[in-house]
């Protein structure tokens, strides 16, 4: 995948990341001071527009955003890049990503533990598959595999990184008990695909609740 470039600036970018956490705050999935964002404003040299750490995602601002390079050095902005920096790098690396969005749901949580020991969810049959990009029928079935949560970050996007490499059409991977990860070409389909996986979510959880 040829990553794509973004005509972003930094300070469009960062407004761009603090509008996408104040409307995921809104729908409950990024409370507190969960969740992390970033987007890519340079591939060569790689640069990230990335959420500091430690901050409310509804009342994210400009002055909370860091620009980055691809060791996760600050080049622009004050604060500490999010503690989860390296995952975002994993994804842009071996993805080609444009974006990478994280959240902390009700649902994704809930169902990591869940389905833990199937290492991943299976999910198939909703015309919202669709959504995510290159599917083009609600018969796809979406592997979203599930990595056990760890506080050590450079273990952890090892594993994240030998995950991706094992399941090349994920458009995402769930931390357990900790919450979604996917990304996008654009800050636009990285956005999107959040949307359709957290409906896609809640469906397969109220479902499995049920049965």
Known sequence: MTPAESNLSFTEAANRLAEIGKGFYARGWVLGTSGNFSTVISHNPLQLVI?????DKGNLSQEQILL????????AGNGKPSDETKLHL????????GAVLHTHSVWSTILSHAFAAQGGIAISGYEMVKGLAGVKTHEHEEWLPIIENSQNMDELSQTVAATLEQFPAAHGFLLRGHGLYTWGQTLN??????EIFEFL??????????T
């Open 189 to 194: 389909e990285a956005k999107r695909h959040i």
């Open 68 to 75: 980055i390079d691809e060791a996760g050095a600050v080049i």
């Open 201 to 210: 979510l809640e469906v397969t959880g109220q479902t499995y609740r049920t």
């Open 90 to 97: 994993a994804a842009v690396r071996l993805r080609g990503a």
């Open 51 to 55: 959420t500091a750490s430690g901050n």
